[in-house]
C-alpha cells in the first residue's frame, strides 16, 4: 500500500503571509488534488494535477497558487492568509482515471491570527 | 457543469435505528462513477464504496448503497446505526472517462447517540 504525508500538520500564520502546505504521496499515481474543508460546505477543490508540471484550476482557486514539482509532490502556496481564516486542507492523489478512488492525506490545519 | 447535492447537514440518530444519507446528483455523462467517503475524526478521509452501474446494490462494512440512474440518485443506508459510525460522509461524482476531478457534495455529519 501507498500513503500520503501532508507537512506541516498544523500551520499558524499571520494576515498578509505567504504560507506553503506540502503534500508527497508514493502511490505512483499521476493525478493529485488540492481541497479546502469547512464546515457545511464540503470539500472544495482549490488545484489539481493531472501529471507532473501540469495545473488545473477549481472552484476556490483565487488567493493561491499550486506546483508540481515531480510526480510525487504537490504544493499549495496561500498568497496573503486573511485574518481569523481557519481551515483544513487536505491532499489527495488517484490513479485509473475518472473510475479510480481518492487517497487522502491526514490534512493540514491553518489558522491565521 | 456536474453537481452532487446532500441536503442533510447533520443527521442525528439512536444506535439501533436504521441510517440513510441522500445522495442525488446531475451529470451529463453517462457512466459516471458515484462514490462514498467517510471522514472519521482525526484520521484521513477514505473510500467507503463505489458504484457505476444501474440498479446494482454495491456493499462494504454494513453500508449500502444503489445507483439508481433513472432519479440521478446514490444514498447511502445501513440497517442498524453503530456509534462507531459517527463521522462525516461525502458523496461524490466522477465521470469514468476523463480527467476532471470529482465533483463532491457538502457532506453529511452523521451523529449516533446511546
Known amino acids: 500500500g501507498g500513503i500520503i504525508t501532508q507537512t506541516p500538520k498544523f500551520l499558524i500564520g499571520q494576515e498578509g503571509q505567504k504560507l506553503t502546505l506540502k503534500c508527497q504521496q508514493n502511490?505512483?499515481?499521476?493525478?493529485m488534488y488540492w481541497y479546502r474543508q469547512d464546515s457545511g460546505k464540503g470539500l472544495r477543490l482549490i488545484y489539481y494535477s493531472i501529471t507532473e508540471n501540469d495545473l488545473q484550476k477549481g472552484d476556490l482557486s483565487e488567493g493561491y497558487d499550486a506546483s508540481r514539482e515531480k510526480k510525487s509532490s504537490f504544493s499549495l502556496t496561500v498568497t496573503s492568509a486573511q485574518k481569523n481564516e481557519m481551515a483544513v486542507f487536505l491532499c489527495?492523489?488517484?490513479?485509473?482515471?475518472?473510475?479510480?478512488?481518492?487517497?487522502f492525506g491526514p490534512g493540514t490545519r491553518l489558522t491565521v491570527l | 457543469g456536474d453537481s452532487v447535492t446532500q441536503k442533510e447537514g447533520l443527521v442525528t440518530l439512536t444506535e439501533g435505528l436504521p441510517v440513510m444519507l441522500n445522495c442525488t446528483y446531475q451529470t451529463i455523462y453517462s457512466n459516471a462513477f458515484l462514490f462514498w467517503y467517510v471522514h472519521y475524526l482525526n484520521e484521513s478521509p477514505r473510500l467507503l464504496l463505489k458504484s457505476s452501474t444501474d440498479n446494482k446494490r454495491t456493499e462494504h462494512q454494513g453500508f449500502h448503497a444503489t445507483l439508481h440512474k433513472s432519479s440521478s440518485s446514490f444514498h447511502l443506508q445501513k440497517s442498524s446505526a453503530q456509534l462507531s459510525d459517527s463521522a462525516l460522509y461525502y458523496c461524490?461524482?466522477?465521470?469514468?472517462?476523463?480527467?476532471?476531478?470529482?465533483?463532491f457534495g457538502a457532506g453529511t455529519k452523521l451523529s449516533v447517540k446511546p
Open positions: 502511490f505512483n499515481h499521476d493525478t
Open positions: 461524490a461524482l466522477s465521470p469514468s472517462n476523463n480527467n476532471n476531478a470529482p465533483r
Open positions: 489527495a492523489s488517484r490513479g485509473l482515471g475518472g473510475r479510480g478512488e481518492q487517497y
